[in-house]
C-alpha cells in the first residue's frame, strides 16, 4: 500500500480529532488522550454520516446523527456495541501525517 500526505504533523494534537481527505476518501486523525494518532475511516458504520464532524472529547467520539459512542483509543463502538471503526495504517514521515 503507497502512503499519501494527508495534512502536516503540526496539525495534529494529543486529545484533538482532524478530518482529511484521501483522494475521494475522508478519513479521520483521532489522537486520544493517553493514546497514539490514528488513522479510522470517517463514516459511522450506523449510516455512513461523517464523523469529521464528530463530537471528540479526546477520549470518546460521539456520531452528531444518531448518537452512536465510539473509543477514540481503538475505534470500538461503545454503545452500541459490536461494531468497529476501519482503521487505515498510518505514519508521521518528514513533518507529514500520511
Request: net charge negative; proline share 5%; charged share 25%.
Amino acid at each position: 500500500m503507497a502512503f499519501e500526505d494527508v495534512c502536516k504533523q503540526s496539525l495534529i494534537a494529543e486529545g484533538e480529532l482532524v478530518p482529511c481527505k484521501v483522494g475521494d476518501k475522508e478519513i479521520v486523525i483521532m489522537w486520544a488522550d493517553g493514546g497514539e494518532p490514528k488513522a479510522y475511516e470517517a463514516r459511522c458504520p450506523h449510516e455512513g454520516v461523517s464523523l469529521g464532524q464528530g463530537d471528540f472529547n479526546g477520549r470518546i467520539l460521539y456520531c452528531i446523527a444518531h448518537g452512536w459512542v465510539f473509543d477514540g483509543r481503538c475505534g470500538k463502538s461503545l454503545q452500541p456495541a459490536g461494531w468497529q471503526m476501519k482503521e487505515y495504517p498510518m505514519r508521521v514521515q518528514n513533518g507529514m501525517v500520511q
